[in-house]
């Protein structure tokens, strides 16, 4: 059988292949596929190479750190504390006014940077209103400084004329149009602590306090922002501001600005060797003695933060300093002594002025509003009125009907005297028993609403309003209308929670008045018939 050849057909594709396979290499195809395999090849190292540039050079600034309550609570809150020789050097930030001079480094990462400032309680305060949240990072850093500020404003000697010209233009501008009795000059506001300023000339006058019923409403807690975590001793009212100052036997001292909203905090001091039994403010403001179960005390200066220790009054040996009271004129300070003498120290020198001698030992003392005068209740139910510039008794006269002698105030006016005793008892007397050879005065009212031992009486800033109170049991407070001498009955009221008081005061100008108790709270409360208009 004869085989048939038949002639195959290649096309050009069928042609290239065989001669790339079996050698007979047609030039032309053999550099298209290099080219082409060399195209391929570039193009894959330019992909790697641009993803490597896009990873080399990313920034995470990371996620917002953000504090849990917890975590708050373990962290100090303490502003200073009680060293000798200890000066504040936050003197050497920089103030607001200095903010637009060119930093020398700026973090770029700040303008992308955003903060919440309501998941941490302590930027609550950095908000404008109640529902801001979150700001940018330049916005948060602005704050803080205008924080710092508030807090440590600029000394009036390093304040530049064109500085000073600037602001009082800028408080004029905004206002006008203005009620000043709404809204207080944003200056006024930020310079708590610093100003003399009086606050009373911004208040309406208001007249009598009517006697049928107290406008009175509960507000935030005056230490809400931080709290005592035992009982709170002492309380007092910046004499110019609106600040409040707790202190107690955790043995730090707090400074909180009363707004009635939130009422942060400004400042905190810890004393590591001394609980605190009482503070009070000088009346200049500018700084507040502090004293405990100890034979020295401190003064703390506020502008400063610098904080004295007195080592005690020289040539006496007594074993504690807890009870002392300053004169209103600012020059003494009058602490009780453990054997019937009242030792008279002098505020400038806090050297020994003079003793002030009682027949037995001494419940109380209180000041003559000029201070001049200076009143001792004696155990033996006696008051004593001491000239304290004479140094001698000028006065004494006996408590009507009083069993066991506690505590004695003077109102602002001196209009009125009112003693307190063991058995609940409050006399009210007015100033007939200044007279001489008076000896058992009569009061114009007794107050009996209080079953238990008067612990405190205190007297407002116009002698209308009169509270006092007892550490014996709960709820044990009354407020007394003056001068017709009767009690409150709207309140306080059987479900007023008011726990076990240590202490009451009254701002400056009667529109707060501050209850604290055992369990660290101070209850803030607002009078509305002296809160601003």
């Known amino acids: 059988m004869k085989h048939i050849q038949k002639k195959v057909k290649y096309d050009n594709e069928e042609k290239e292949l065989e001669g790339l396979l079996f050698g007979d290499v047609d030039t032309d195809a053999w550099k298209q596929t290099v080219e082409e395999h060399a195209s391929e090849e570039e193009q894959a190292d330019e992909l790697e190479e641009g993803e490597d540039n896009e990873v080399s050079f990313f920034f995470d600034s990371g996620p917002v750190p953000v504090v849990t309550e917890e975590e708050e609570e373990e962290e100090s809150e303490i502003d200073y504390e009680a060293e000798d020789n200890e000066e504040n050097t936050s003197d050497e930030e920089e103030d607001s006014d200095q903010e637009d001079v060119d930093s020398a480094w700026v973090d770029e990462d700040?303008?992308?940077?955003?903060?919440?400032?309501?998941?941490?309680?302590?930027?609550?305060?950095?908000?404008?209103?109640?529902?801001?949240?979150?700001?940018?990072?330049?916005?948060?850093?602005?704050?803080?400084?205008?924080q710092f500020t508030k807090i440590h404003p600029t000394p009036e000697w390093a304040t530049l004329p064109s500085q000073k010209k600037r602001k009082s233009q800028d408080s004029s501008d905004e206002s006008e149009g203005e009620n000043e009795e709404d809204h207080l000059n944003e200056e006024e506001r930020l310079d708590l602590l610093k100003s003399t300023m009086g606050i009373l000339d911004k208040r309406s006058l208001n007249k009598t306090l009517p006697p049928q019923s107290l406008d009175i409403m509960r507000l935030k807690n005056g230490n809400r922002a931080a709290r005592s975590k035992r009982a709170i001793t002492t309380i007092a009212f910046h004499p110019n501001a609106q600040i409040l100052m707790t202190g107690g036997l955790d043995k730090t001292l707090r400074l909180f600005h009363i707004d009635g909203k939130v009422?942060?905090?400004?400042?905190?001091?810890?004393?590591k060797d001394m609980p605190i039994f009482h503070a009070e403010f000088h009346p200049s403001g500018d700084q507040i003695v502090v004293s405990g179960r100890r034979r020295f005390f401190y003064i703390y200066d506020i502008q400063s933060g610098v904080i004295d220790r007195s080592p005690g009054i020289w040539g006496k040996d007594e074993k504690s300093l807890e009870r002392f009271s300053i004169s209103p004129c600012g020059r003494y300070i009058a602490f009780l002594g453990s054997t019937g003498v009242i030792i008279v120290v002098s505020f400038l020198t806090k050297q020994w002025f003079c003793d002030l001698k009682l027949n037995t030992s001494i419940a109380s003392v209180d000041w003559s509003p000029d201070g001049k005068y200076l009143f001792g209740f004696s155990r033996d139910n006696e008051v004593y009125q001491f000239d304290v510039q004479q140094r001698e008794c000028v006065k004494r006269w006996v408590d009507d009907g009083c069993t066991k002698a506690t505590t004695i105030a003077v109102s602002k006016n001196e209009k009125y005297y009112a003693t307190g005793s063991a058995p609940g008892i409050v006399n009210i007397y007015n100033n007939d028993v200044l007279k001489p050879g008076l000896v058992h005065p009569k009061p114009i009212k007794i107050n009996d609403k209080l079953t238990?031992?008067?612990?405190?009486?205190?007297?407002?800033?116009?002698?209308?309003?009169?509270?006092?109170?007892?550490?014996?049991?709960?709820?044990?407070?009354?407020?007394?209308?003056?001068?017709?001498?009767?009690?409150?009955?709207?309140?306080?009221?059987?479900?007023?929670?008011?726990?076990?008081?240590?202490?009451?005061?009254?701002?400056a100008n009667s529109d707060y008045v501050a209850i604290a108790n055992a369990y660290g709270h101070v209850l803030l409360y607002t009078l509305k018939h002296y809160a601003l208009k």
């Open 452 to 507: 238990t031992r008067i612990d405190g009486i205190v007297f407002n800033h116009d002698s209308q309003l009169m509270a006092i109170y007892s550490k014996v049991k709960k709820d044990q407070l009354k407020m007394v209308h003056l001068p017709s001498g009767t009690t409150f009955s709207n309140w306080p009221t059987q479900k007023t929670p008011l726990g076990k008081i240590t202490d009451v005061k009254f701002s």
């Open 263 to 271: 009422n942060p905090k400004i400042q905190s001091v810890y004393f």
């Open 110 to 146: 700040d303008k992308r940077l955003k903060i919440s400032l309501i998941d941490n309680n302590r930027t609550k305060k950095l908000r404008r209103n109640e529902d801001e949240d979150v700001i940018s990072g330049i916005e948060y850093s602005r704050r803080l400084r205008q």
